[in-house]
């Protein structure tokens, strides 16, 4: 944005400090008419014929436009995609113990990538490594849904999990008593 002497264009179409639309000026006189009121000319529409320039407060705007960007990345998510791998051959046991991991991942709101990897001659039973991945998804279909189904890309098969989004914890209920008042009435 051009502000003060770095507008360039003869005239302006000038907008004051409180949004009301002043009219078109010369550049020089709508500079003169920001300085009385201790402000700043800025050119808020550089490609309009002719250019629209504001009067405003450009160190408050700056300022303001900073702290909505923070606001803005405060509140966004970042959704992290974990990675667990299984082989076809896998033990209950170890099954158990990646599941756990599985559920750990999901319930802290992070996608998992479950991998099976094949190697040598286990290709040829791929339908074993679907019936893990699809077991796995039928033990976690409270915690989480399939995002994208199995897949076999070379000799790995793929599926991704996605964590159910979690309802607001509401307030309790005006019928529920409350635990205080039931130790004061003994």
């Known amino acids: 944005m051009r502000i003060n002497e770095r507008i360039r264009a003869q005239r302006c179409r000038l907008i004051s400090e409180d949004g009301e639309q002043l009219g078109i000026f010369n550049t020089a006189d709508a500079q003169?008419?920001?300085?009385?009121?201790?402000?700043?000319?800025?050119?808020?529409?550089?490609?309009?014929?002719?250019?629209?320039?504001?009067?405003?407060?450009?160190?408050k705007y700056r300022y303001e436009q900073a702290m909505k960007a923070k606001r803005a990345?405060?509140?966004?998510?970042?959704?992290?995609i974990?990675?667990?791998?299984?082989?076809?051959?896998?033990?209950?046991?170890?099954?158990?113990?990646?599941?756990?991991?599985?559920?750990?991942?999901l319930e802290?709101?992070?996608?998992?990538?479950?991998?099976?990897?094949?190697?040598?001659?286990?290709?040829?039973?791929?339908e074993r490594g679907l019936a893990i991945l699809e077991r796995l998804a039928e033990e976690l279909n409270e915690l989480g849904t399939v995002e994208n189904a199995p897949k076999l890309e070379g000799r790995n098969m793929f599926m991704l999990l996605a964590p159910?989004?979690?309802?607001p914890v509401k307030g309790k209920k005006d019928d529920e008593p409350d635990v205080d008042d039931e130790s004061a009435d003994e």
Do not use: S
Request: charged share 35%; glycine share 4%.
């Open 108 to 126: 802290a709101g992070a996608k998992v990538k479950v991998t099976i990897m094949f190697r040598g001659r286990e290709m040829a039973h791929a």
């Open 32 to 59: 003169q008419i920001a300085d009385e009121k201790n402000l700043d000319l800025v050119e808020i529409a550089p490609n309009a014929d002719p250019p629209v320039c504001r009067i405003m407060d450009y160190g």
């Open 73 to 80: 990345r405060k509140h966004q998510t970042t959704v992290q």
């Open 164 to 167: 159910l989004k979690k309802e």
């Open 82 to 105: 974990k990675e667990i791998k299984f082989r076809p051959k896998i033990d209950k046991h170890d099954y158990e113990t990646k599941k756990r991991h599985v559920v750990r991942f």
